[in-house]
């Protein structure tokens, strides 16, 4: 069996409290007493247990990490940077996924207590004010990505911006129809994103005074063949749009299957633009909205160690840069819609 810290107290002739002094270096212990010490974890081989030495020390050193939809490409990206950054700490993750409403609930209010975690990482969603109240009292220092709270620390995106500008893109290329396909705008998570981005769509719209005209909207699960399903309809309408902004590059790449499907050229009968830009975006060489997903979840799990090293400091709030990338699938619209 391997030796205990029973077994090095017993061996150096001291207490297991000085036994944990010495490992821990948390109070000062006579120059002897150290070195028996030491020579009785030398002469027994032992090794401490890493999480009763962390616990000891009042650290759990684990983040916990709350993900909605994990197996959603751009949530995977942001995991990835997370991990770079946890891969050269001292800290361990928790992962905690999330699907249903329900879920969420548990989820935060198990996770945030003091003790269990170093502090909490919560991706894509927006915390009730219970929630935050929660987290305040038990004191676990928390950041959000993808949301935001004035209350608590941080990263965000100017979501209506991008859209518009993505949008603006497509109109100054001379298209007038003009489609959306997007998540549910009624978010049970209570979340922004869908209807911020559906938002900067129509502001474009409006500024350059085409209609929004709801026949060019479809809305569901943030799924690649759902999109395509929408698209497939939306495609064959008698009068058909000439292009079409997605929530997402997951659905605008189901766009791209429904416009194959029906053999429509792609840019040159229907131009596509995504948003996130996740790797497979580039093979597609789908003209898309970067947010450097990988970068926020870098900069994400940085401040929180930083906040976990400065609890009390005032909450720090970063709005990540966002960037219209212009690949293979947007073109001016076929010369007829020009004409028309």
Same mark, same amino acid.
């Given at each position: 069996m391997p030796a205990t810290i029973h077994d090095v107290a017993k061996k150096a002739g001291v207490g297991i409290g000085t036994v944990s002094s010495v490992l821990n270096n948390s109070r000062p212990v006579n120059p002897a007493t150290r070195q028996k010490v030491l020579d009785a974890i030398k002469w027994l081989d032992f090794v401490p247990n890493p999480s009763g030495r962390r616990l000891s020390m009042g650290k759990t050193h684990t983040i916990g990490v709350v993900i909605p939809f994990?197996?959603?490409?751009?949530?995977?990206?942001?995991?990835?940077?997370v991990m770079s950054v946890i891969a050269g700490s001292d800290y361990d993750i928790s992962l905690?996924?999330?699907?249903?409403?329900?879920?969420?609930?548990?989820?935060?209010?198990?996770?945030?207590?003091?003790?269990?975690?170093?502090?909490?990482?919560?991706?894509?969603?927006?915390?009730t004010e219970e929630d935050l109240q929660r987290?305040?009292?038990?004191?676990?220092?928390?950041?959000l990505i993808e949301a935001y709270h004035p209350e608590v620390h941080s990263l965000s995106l100017d979501d209506v911006a991008a859209a518009?500008?993505?949008?603006e893109y497509l109109i100054n290329l001379g298209h007038r129809k003009i489609a959306y396909i997007g998540d549910y705008?009624?978010?049970?998570?209570? &979340?922004?994103?869908?209807?911020?981005?559906? #938002?900067?769509?129509?502001?474009? %719209?409006? !500024? *350059?005074?085409?209609?929004?005209?709801?026949?060019y909207q479809r809305q569901g699960w943030l799924d690649r063949s759902e999109a395509r399903q929408l698209a497939?309809?939306?495609?064959?309408?008698?009068?058909?749009? &000439?292009?079409?902004?997605?929530?997402?590059? #997951?659905?605008?790449?189901?766009? %791209?299957? !429904? *416009?194959r499907d029906l053999d429509i050229s792609v840019p040159q009968q229907l131009s596509v633009i995504g948003y996130d830009d996740i790797r497979i975006a580039h093979f597609a060489q789908l003209t898309t909205v970067?947010?450097?997903?990988?970068d926020s979840g870098v900069k994400g799990v940085e401040l929180l160690?930083?906040?976990?090293?400065?609890?009390?400091?005032?909450?720090?709030?970063?709005?990540?840069?966002?960037?219209?990338?212009i690949r293979h699938t947007t073109a001016p619209p076929p010369v007829m819609e020009n004409i028309l």
């Open positions: 994990f197996t959603i490409a751009s949530q995977i990206e942001r995991l990835r940077g905690y996924t999330v699907e249903t409403v329900p879920q969420r609930n548990k989820v935060l209010q198990r996770v945030a207590r003091r003790g269990h975690i170093d502090g909490l990482l919560i991706f894509s969603l927006s915390p987290i305040k009292q038990r004191q676990v220092p928390t950041v518009r500008n993505a949008v705008l009624e978010d049970p998570f209570g &979340t922004y994103f869908s209807r911020n981005r559906f #938002e900067g769509y129509c502001q474009a %719209l409006k !500024a *350059a005074g085409i209609t929004v005209d709801k026949r497939l309809d939306l495609l064959q309408l008698p009068d058909r749009p &000439t292009a079409v902004f997605a929530f997402s590059d #997951e659905q605008a790449l189901g766009v %791209l299957e !429904a *416009a970067r947010q450097n997903l990988f160690l930083n906040v976990i090293e400065h609890p009390n400091a005032t909450p720090q709030h970063i709005q990540l840069p966002t960037k219209l990338v």
